[in-house]
Every structure is written in C-alpha cells, then in structure tokens.
C-alpha cells in the first residue's frame, strides 16, 4: 500500500457504509466485528442477522469502493458470519400440566378414557393436546378419526393434528397401518423427546399422554423421559387387573411421578332396554383396592356399547353424550382432576426432559 492505513480511517469511512434499507450505518449497528490492516490488506469481518446475498454483495461493493477511496491499492477482503444462527431464541413451548393416563393391562379402556376426559377437560374450557405414546398399539388417532393424516413442520416445529379441538400427536402417524414396529430403548427415548420437544405444544393447558400398557421398558422410560405432573391409572374393578395396577402403581413411585387417583373403567353395565344394572366384573374393586393402598379413587365409568361403537367410528362418545351415565361420569372425573391443571401461562418454558437414559 502506498499509504499506511489505520484501523480508525477505515472504521471512519464504514459509517457511510449502509446495508440496503438499514436504518443505520453497519458501525452504528455494531456490524462490524473486526477491522484488520496487515501490510497489503485489509481485513474487515461483517456480522448479520440474516442470510441475503444482496445485503451482502451490497455491503462488500461499498466497502471495497470506501477502502479503494482511501488507498486505491489495498487488498480488501470482506467476511460475512451469522452469530446468530448459534444463539437463536428456542421457540417457547409452555404446557401447563402433562397427565399420564396408564394402566398396568392393556385393553382396560385406556386411550377410550384418555379421549373421553380430554373432551371433558376441554368443554370445561382447558386447552388441551393428547400425545399417544403407545407404541405398541397407538389407536389414538383412530379414535379421533385422523388415522390418515400426516403431521406437517412449520418454522421447524412438527404441528399436531388438530381433531375436535384437541392437539393431538401420535406414534401411529409415523408407522404404516399394520406395521409393527420393533422398539429398542434409544429409538423410545429420542421420539419421546421429540414428541414433547419438537412437537408445537405451546399454549397447551393440559396435555393427556396416552401410555404404553405394563411395567416394561416403554412405559417405564417414558415416565421418566416427560416431565410429568402426574399419572392417572386406569383399571377394570376385578382382581387379575388390579394386581396389574399394583405393579403400576409401583413404576410410578420408583420414578417419583405422583399417582393422582384411579378410575374404575367397565365397571358395570345398565341395560338400555330394561335398566337392569348389571355387575359384570367386581364393581367396586377399585375403591376398595385405592382404599388399602392409600390411592386417590377417580370415580367409575359404566360398560356402555356406544364408547366401543364411536371410538371405532372415529368420534369421541362424549362429544354428544354428556348426559347419559358414561358421559356424566367422564365429566365428574375430569373435575377430580381440576386441581392439578395449571394454564400454559402459569408455566415458564417447560422444564427440561428430568432424565436422561
Ligand atoms: N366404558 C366402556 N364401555 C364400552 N366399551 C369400552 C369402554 N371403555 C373402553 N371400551 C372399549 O374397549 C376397547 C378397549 O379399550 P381401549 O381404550 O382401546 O383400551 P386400552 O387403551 O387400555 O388398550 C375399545 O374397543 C374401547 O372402545
Ligand atoms: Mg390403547
């Protein structure tokens, strides 16, 4: 350079320099990160927030033309970083409360009640989601009618299926109908967290998570992978499902999730035709089994053909039977529940997943 440039003229002349549209030069936007003056060049290092070729080809056109008024032969070398991209906000994701609904057998009723209740919750004025993480048997979305629906990304969050007014996401979205799916403990983990991560809960009141049946590893690590508020187990009243619950019951404690109570699904059964109620299985069971276990009992739901009928027809019962036994039933039920639902305001962002397997 025939000229010794410095540091402080080059800095002067960059506060003419002004992205296209920029209220203010890059030095009063503190865009320049580094101004650098080596024998023959000059080194000047650009942050932005944003990606655009014309902001930058604009920028280092100006540049050059600002250094080359000074010194016409400088070497001029202009770089370009996004900082920006490493520190950016994580989208929030406030859910007010997340419920387990598990039970110790399958078949016991469990994504029929997690559906039920979530109606109820929601006519009751909560906002709420279901999250089906039963991967063995996900029915949620069968039940709601959205089998064939593919969840979509936007702003690179997955977007729950909206069926009802409910959120609902579900490991059935991502497997073939009729295609089983073997599960090994990371691949468990890692959806798991994406479904409480990646999915778009935000503004959620409560969220119902529909659990694998058992004791296995499914259940057991997804107790701890979500941030659970509570589980609530569901349970047919005669014995053979109540050991099953006891096991349950004992998952839970091991993993320091509190049990909020017990519901008595198919506990009995009220003929339409002539109202003779009916004990099929040992109404009662329930209570009696939350009593010598020191359990919160929930309340029961009566055996009625339509929940079966309608679930398979891909509509909730309870959306045009609150008045009936079953329907009344979901709705006390869900008021049991009350105290343990905070809004998503309530909430900061939600906590980070309690453990890692
Ligand atoms: N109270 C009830 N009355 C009649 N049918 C019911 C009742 N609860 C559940 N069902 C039906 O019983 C079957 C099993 O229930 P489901 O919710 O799929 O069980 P799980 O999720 O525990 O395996 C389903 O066909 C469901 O519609
Ligand atoms: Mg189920």
Same mark, same amino acid.
């Given at each position: 350079m025939k000229e010794n440039l410095t540091v402080e003229q080059i800095r002067e002349v960059l506060k003419n320099v002004k992205a296209p549209a920029a209220r203010a030069s890059i030095i009063e936007l503190n865009q320049v990160v580094k101004v650098e003056v080596r024998e023959s060049s000059v080194v000047v290092d650009i942050s932005l927030k944003e990606h655009s070729s014309l902001v930058e080809k604009s920028l280092k056109f100006q540049i050059e033309k600002a250094i080359a008024e +000074?010194?016409? #032969?400088? =070497?001029?070398?202009?770089? /370009?970083?996004h900082p920006q991209e490493h520190e950016t906000a994580k989208p929030q994701n406030r859910i007010g409360s997340i419920i387990a609904v598990g039970s110790g057998k399958g078949g016991v009723g469990k994504s029929a009640v997690t559906v039920n209740l979530a109606v109820a919750l929601q006519r009751a004025g909560h906002r709420v989601g279901i999250l089906d993480c039963d991967i063995y048997g996900p029915s949620i979305p069968t039940m709601l009618g959205v089998a064939d629906q593919k969840p979509m990304m936007l702003n690179g969050r997955i977007q729950p299926i909206q069926a009802f007014d409910l959120k609902v996401m579900s490991a059935g979205f991502f497997v073939e109908p009729g295609q089983g799916l &073997? %599960?090994?403990? !990371?691949? &468990?983990?890692? +959806?798991i967290q994406q479904f409480i991560q990646d999915v #778009? %809960?935000?503004g959620t009141d409560v969220l119902l998570v529909d659990l694998p049946p058992g004791t296995g590893d499914a !259940? +057991?690590? +997804?107790? =701890?992978t979500i941030p659970l508020t509570g589980a609530v187990m569901v349970s047919m009243p005669q014995k053979i499902s109540l050991i099953d619950v006891h096991k349950g019951a004992s998952m /839970?404690? =091991?993993?320091?999730? !509190?049990?909020l109570g017990v519901i008595e699904n198919m506990s009995h059964y009220v003929c339409p035709s002539c109202s003779h109620d009916e004990e099929i299985f040992d109404r009662g069971g329930v209570e009696k089994f939350c009593k010598e276990q020191g359990l919160a009992y929930l309340g029961d739901i009566p055996i009625d053909?339509?929940?079966r009928k309608l679930s398979d027809e891909g509509r909730p019962y309870l959306q045009d039977n609150l008045d009936s036994p079953a329907g009344k039933a979901f709705v006390t039920i869900s008021k049991r529940l009350a105290p343990f639902i905070r809004t998503a305001e309530d909430v900061e962002e939600l906590d980070a997943i309690k453990v890692s397997i």
């Open positions: +000074l010194s016409s #032969d400088a =070497q001029v070398a202009v770089n /370009f970083s &073997i %599960w090994r403990g !990371p691949m &468990i983990h890692k +959806l #778009d %809960w935000d !259940p +057991l690590s +997804l107790s =701890q /839970f404690n =091991q993993v320091k999730v !509190p049990i053909s339509r929940i």
